[in-house]
């Protein structure tokens, strides 16, 4: 069994904040989450390919929310 590292287990917070947003409102507040986290990790280093999906994850939820509002 693999064991989640801090940088695993924040991601997956983030991407579970980002997916449960109804909101515009709540998606400011997703995207201050993902900044924060790129802020973070930055200084001790994690795969790009995380920030891509974050960025695409609260771009799909985004498009969601907007779809939803009308």
Do not use: H
């Amino acid at each position: 069994m693999l064991t989640q590292t801090m940088v695993d287990q924040s991601y997956n917070k983030v991407i579970a904040t980002i997916e449960s947003c109804n909101t515009k409102e709540q998606l400011e507040g997703a995207s201050r989450m993902v900044e924060n986290f790129k802020e973070l990790y930055k200084q001790v280093g994690y795969p790009k390919v995380l920030s891509y999906k974050l960025n695409n994850t609260l771009s799909k939820q985004y498009k969601t929310c907007l779809k939803c509002q009308f």
